[in-house]
């Protein structure tokens, strides 16, 4: 039977909770599961979702992935870089424009890109221009340009000063607001990871000072901040042994959450007022306290993020989905990468993440219901939709009809699915009594179609079905 009489239908916006969320997916320890597999794992969207790419054209063999570590090639690659998926510019090749593909597929699911792109420093203007001009049409998005850049383990380290990687991101950052105005800068700091029992390693790292660090984090569009509350840092080394673990480190719970309040702290002392701060690598590592430990320690710590509420913490990323060591929410086999595997921490996960603190806020816009729908899509806490009000005696489950040729994310009771161009309905779960099913329209090709959003018609009204 169809939906109650009672049917009511209201235009809806979309808005942010107090702290988004983001996943990682895809990077030198697991390859990319897609947004549509991510979404059928997970049941709802993330407001960001986090890829990793590299951009060192010069290196032998590219472009290539990888890095060789402990006498072989993680990911089977070939070159030395930072072991993330090559960004390459042209078309053609196994590689070709591989990022858009990815920011595309993101987009189409209801999220925002979020790229993490490593690179030269002498990177010239050029071709920072080709790679800013290209994001243009996929709206808004974040760009994290060398990552952890006060540590001294990625290749862009190595080869320059900590005072050559902050001028190349000012440089990076104002032909990003000239030419993809859209696009905001990540700045991102390392905690103290390794050196929490060895503070004087911290020494040779860098600093938030007009000589070294300090003035790319005073005009980046947004701070972030990674750090794992253990990591096995040398993998994928053959020798590894749980039991004697070598290459590691484990920090306690409490001194995590120092750590964070003491980067807010010292980001907020650098721009002379509070400043936001967004944790965008964080896990516990299974390899060292084992599946269960990870799982356990994942509900924790999002428990402990809703009940300190810190309004500067605006957005939690995970990392990551899909891994080939212990950080994963999905195991990928080493050897087979088809074989994948749930992990504990994908359960553990799922139920961290249902709280208001982190769901989906939508409220009800000012403007009357018309056919066709109107519908706009800016971004994943910036948009328009609309909602209807079931009424299902028995709960279960409904069947919604929606036109063929239309691309619709569609949720309900915090579960989200997206029906695709050529699918005529997709099903959604019900509770017992009234329910609100929510209709958005994010573009089906990732790319905007006026200037700063994707906006289009909903052609026909849902016609929901209980089943």
């Known amino acids: 039977m169809k939906c109650s009489a009672q049917q009511v239908i209201r235009k809806i916006k979309l808005e942010s909770p107090p702290c988004t969320l983001g996943i ?33 054209p010069d290196m032998e063999h590219w472009p ?10 993680r990911n089977n690659s070939l070159n030395e870089g930072d072991g993330y998926f ?15 593909k990815q920011i595309a597929d993101v987009r189409a699911h209801g999220q925002d890109p979020q790229l993490t792109l490593t690179l030269h420093c002498d990177t010239p203007n050029e071709i920072l221009e080709r790679i800013a001009k ?22 862009f380290n190595r080869r320059w000063s900590f005072k050559e990687v902050s001028d190349f991101f000012i440089r990076f950052h104002h032909i990003l607001h000239e030419h993809a105005p859209e696009v905001l800068t990540v700045a991102c700091w390392n905690g103290p990871g390794e050196a ?4 004087e390693k911290l020494e040779k790292h860098g600093k938030v000072t007009p000589d070294q660090l300090g003035p790319m984090f005073q005009i980046a569009d947004v701070i972030s901040f990674d750090q794992y509350a253990s990591l096995h840092y040398l993998w994928p080394d053959p020798t590894f042994d749980p039991q004697r673990p070598s290459g590691f480190f484990s920090i306690p719970f409490e001194y995590w959450w120092k750590t964070l309040v003491d980067c807010h702290e010292l980001m907020s002392a650098l721009r002379g007022s509070d400043v936001n701060i967004e944790v965008h690598e964080v896990n516990q590592d299974a390899e060292l306290f084992g599946v269960l430990g990870q799982a356990d320690w994942i509900e924790r710590f999002y428990r402990e993020a809703v009940a300190r509420k810190y ?12 891994d080939r060591g212990g950080l994963g929410l999905e195991w990928e086999n ?22 208001a603190h982190f769901e989906y806020r939508v409220t009800e816009a000012a403007e009357p219901v018309s056919e066709p729908l109107a519908m706009k899509w800016v971004s994943s806490v910036e948009s328009e939709g609309v909602e209807i009000s079931c009424h299902a005696p028995q709960g279960g489950e409904a069947r919604i009809l929606l ?45 905007n179609n006026v200037q700063g959003a994707y906006e289009t018609m909903l052609s026909e009204i849902p016609v929901v079905e209980l089943t």
């Open 64 to 73: 290539t992935q990888g890095v060789k570590w402990h006498g072989f090639y």
């Open 403 to 447: 036109p063929r040729e239309q691309h619709v994310l569609a949720g309900c009771g915090g579960y989200w699915v997206i029906k695709r161009s050529g699918e005529e309905s997709v099903a959604l779960p019900l509770v017992q009594g009234e329910n609100k099913l929510q209709f958005f329209m994010p573009p089906p090709d990732g790319r």
């Open 311 to 322: 309004p500067w913490l605006t957005n939690i990323t995970f990392y990551m989905f899909r």
């Open 86 to 100: 090559p960004l390459v510019l042209e078309e053609g090749g196994a590689w070709g424009r591989a990022y858009l």
């Open 24 to 56: 990682t997916d895809g990077s030198e320890r697991g390859d990319y599961a897609g947004s549509a597999h991510m979404l059928r794992r997970i049941g709802r969207p993330h407001q960001v979702v986090n890829l990793m790419f590299q951009y060192y």
């Open 334 to 355: 080493t050897d087979d990468p088809e074989k994948v595997e749930d992990r504990p921490a994908l359960a553990a996960y799922q139920r961290a993440i249902q709280n």
């Open 134 to 155: 290209s994001l243009v049409p996929y709206g808004r998005m974040r760009l994290r340009i060398n990552h952890e850049c006060n540590g001294n383990w990625f290749y």
């Open 196 to 199: 929490y029992e060895a503070p």
